[in-house]
Structures are given as structure tokens and as C-alpha cells.
């Protein structure tokens, strides 16, 4: 069975950092396309960040320069490095496997960030 | 910066049919952006319903449909059931290694 499980959320003081991990069983990160979607309290899913099987990383503009994805082969598990944190990175955040017709599934059950002093 | 636009809300009576649209701000949506529709109902994480434009996703009963109606992405819902009051939310491939979600529908069946 495909399984994501996502770890590494908390509260964090705006202008901290924070990594999240997503541990991966039933396939392999390092061959396919993984991304991170994310999703503010009360608010619409948001794209963030993906990584492709060939190491590509793309990123939503409103992460890019602080948020940095990458995976550990050898622990077939996915990451999301947060850096200079803001209140608006509140959220929950979601890792996905990302499909060969570029749709996600599965989804991971999610880790809550709380950026706030 | 391209916006992708949903129905704030809808509702449909038990038994009838809707169809969510998922648009550009500039342009048209076609099959070239990838639309995939997802559900979601609160506390959990959203649950794929179609890709690529009209796929069903494993296990998605075939009342779900997804197409190209005009110049947007939609999904129809045919024979609404309460359990399909959600948020239901699609993406589109933009290019270039980026994607970009809509706001999201929300649907009330009653």
C-alpha cells in the first residue's frame, strides 16, 4: 500500500525555521515526482513546492528563496526545509506523490505549522 | 500573475445534478493543464476525484465526471448525494514546474 506520513510541524516564532518530513512507504521518492501543497486555517489548498525525479525543484512564488525541498534516498522520505517564517506560513502542509498526468495522489494526512510569537 | 477561479459556493437538492468550472483569469483552460478535482471535508486531507481532465480516480463512483465546457474545467456531479457536501477544489498545470490551485468550491446538497 502507497502510505505518505508527514512529520515536523509545531509553533515556530515568526523568522524561525522549521523541516518537515514526509516518510514514504510502497514506492520510491527518488523515481517519482513528489510536492508540497499547503493549506491555511479556514482557507483554499495552495500549491507550494515540488521536486522532480531527476532533482528539478520548482517553487510558488510566495516560498521561493525561503522554502527549500529535498529527499533523502536513502530513508525514501521527502522534505521541506522552512526558513525565514512568517504568520501567513501558517498551515497545514501536505506532501503528494504527483502522478503521470501531473495530478497528486495520494495525499499525506498533513503536519500543522503555527508561525507566531 | 494567473489566477485560477472557482464558484465561492453552489448548491444542489438531493438527487440533481451541478457542474463546478474551473477557469483562468486570462485565458482558457484546456486539456493541456492537466485539470484534476479534488474533495475535501474538513479535518482531512483532500481526496483525488478526477485527472487529467476526465479521469476517474480508484474507487470514485462514475456519478463524478470531469470535462472541458467552453473555455473552463468542470466537474459534474450527477444524482448528489449528501455525503457530497464538500469543498471541492481543482489544479491546473501551468508550466514550467509550477501548478496552481483554485479557491475552491464550496457545495451544499439540500
Known amino acids: 500500500e502507497v502510505q505518505l506520513v508527514e512529520s515536523g510541524g509545531g509553533l515556530v516564532q515568526p523568522g524561525g525555521s522549521l523541516r518537515l518530513s514526509c516518510a514514504a512507504s510502497g514506492f520510491t521518492v527518488s523515481s517519482n515526482f513528489m510536492t508540497w501543497v499547503r493549506q491555511a486555517p479556514g482557507k483554499g489548498l495552495e500549491w507550494v513546492s515540488i521536486i522532480y525525479s531527476g532533482g528539478d525543484t520548482f517553487y510558488a512564488d510566495s516560498v521561493k528563496g525561503r522554502f527549500t525541498i529535498s529527499r533523502d534516498n536513502s530513508k525514501n522520505t521527502l522534505y521541506m526545509q522552512m526558513n525565514s517564517l512568517r504568520a501567513e506560513d501558517t498551515a497545514v502542509y501536505y506532501c503528494?506523490?504527483?502522478?503521470?498526468?501531473?495530478?497528486?495522489?495520494?495525499w499525506g494526512q498533513g503536519t500543522l505549522v503555527t508561525v507566531s510569537s | 500573475q494567473t489566477v485560477v477561479t472557482q464558484e465561492p459556493s453552489f448548491s444542489v437538492s438531493p438527487g440533481g445534478t451541478v457542474t463546478l468550472t474551473c477557469g483562468l483569469s486570462s485565458g482558457s483552460v484546456s486539456t493541456s493543464y492537466y485539470p484534476s478535482w479534488y474533495q475535501q471535508t474538513p479535518g482531512q486531507a483532500p481526496r483525488t476525484l478526477i485527472y487529467s481532465t476526465n479521469t476517474r480516480s480508484s474507487g470514485v463512483p462514475d456519478r463524478f465526471s470531469g470535462s472541458i465546457l467552453g473555455n473552463k474545467a468542470a466537474l459534474t456531479i450527477t444524482g448528489a448525494q449528501a455525503d457530497d457536501e464538500s469543498d471541492y477544489y481543482c489544479?491546473?498545470?501551468?508550466?514550467?514546474?509550477?501548478?496552481?490551485f483554485g479557491g475552491g468550491t464550496k457545495l451544499t446538497v439540500l
Open positions: 489544479v491546473l498545470y501551468m508550466g514550467g514546474g509550477i501548478w496552481v
Open positions: 503528494a506523490f504527483v502522478g503521470a498526468y501531473n495530478w497528486f495522489d495520494p
